[in-house]
């Protein structure tokens, strides 16, 4: 603990200058930050997610306010995970993860805790393994829009060693590219991102439809091509191809992966009004 600490001190100190411009129409830094952090109400209610036509995920609001994801086995519906999402003031404290462990029923297994700001532009998270209390910690930095545009990933603090991952964004706050990089490691491989001009139904709730804060989640448009590259050279493209609702919203998105030998598959988006 006293490393992390010591980490924290070193980016408050780096990221500090930061703090001196407050927002002229009266909206705190930490209030406008990406979903899953500040005040992170959605515009329209994402309910199910089906994979190929099955249940993946169903979602439980109150107001305009995620409180309860519900998760599903693949092979049948059969509810295998409840997370909870407990706020105070409209933001995110804690989220309680609950997963089978014996039998049908669940149990808790992880909390995650959205702990109080470094500063304006620096917060972190910690999930604790409720089983065996392991502790990982992921860092994230924003920028002064209250868009991520790193995470530094912890995932044992007894090693002297994270994984940094970056995101450089565009003119819409989309994430054009992102690259991973360790300590005493070259840089990693970029991936550039391509997207149309339609809203990202993930983006205000701030996780993916597998639960996480990915690059799923991340951007205010829909991705339509991933590049992925080796140095200089392209060696995969993920295309992604969506039918849209009315409202913009997409109802399904067809995923092709070109490098990997395995069929399209697709997702079914359902909303409440």
């Known amino acids: 603990m006293k490393k992390l600490l010591y980490i924290f001190a070193i980016l408050s100190f780096l990221s500090c200058d930061k703090d001196k411009n407050p927002d002229p129409a009266g ?3 930490l209030d406008k930050q990406q979903a899953p952090f500040g005040k992170s109400e959605v515009e329209v209610e994402l309910k199910k997610v089906l994979f190929n036509g099955i249940l993946e995920a169903e979602y439980n609001y109150e107001g305009k306010v995620l409180t309860e994801e519900r998760r599903f086995a693949s092979s049948a519906p059969v509810l295998s995970q409840r997370v909870l999402f407990k706020r105070a003031e409209g933001k995110i404290q804690t989220v309680e993860i609950m997963t089978k462990s014996q039998g049908d029923s669940l149990e808790p297994s992880f909390l995650v805790t959205y702990e109080d700001p470094i500063n304006d532009s620096l917060r972190y998270v910690t999930r604790k393994d409720l089983r065996n209390t392991d502790v990982s910690t992921r860092i994230y930095a ?4 209250g868009f991520i545009t790193r ?27 992102s690259w991973t990089k360790k300590p005493l490691e070259a840089k990693g491989n970029d991936v550039d991102y391509k997207y149309d001009d339609h809203p990202n139904p993930f983006f205000k709730m701030g996780l993916d439809s597998y ?6 989640s991340l951007s205010p448009n829909n991705p339509v091509q991933e590049i992925y590259y080796a140095g200089s050279k392209v060696i995969s493209n993920t ?9 913009g919203y997409p109802s399904k998105v067809t995923v092709r992966v070109e490098s990997v030998n395995f ?3 697709s ?5 409440g009004y």
């Open 27 to 29: 909206e705190s830094a």
């Open 142 to 145: 924003f920028n002064d829009k």
């Open 151 to 177: 995470q530094e990933i912890w995932t044992d603090l007894s090693q002297n060693q994270s994984t940094n991952v970056y995101y450089v964004r565009n003119d819409q706050n989309n994430v054009a590219k």
């Open 211 to 216: 639960g996480e804060i990915s690059i799923r």
């Open 239 to 247: 295309y992604y191809t969506y039918d849209y609702l009315p409202n």
């Open 263 to 265: 069929p399209p598959y």
């Open 267 to 271: 997702y079914n988006i359902e909303y």
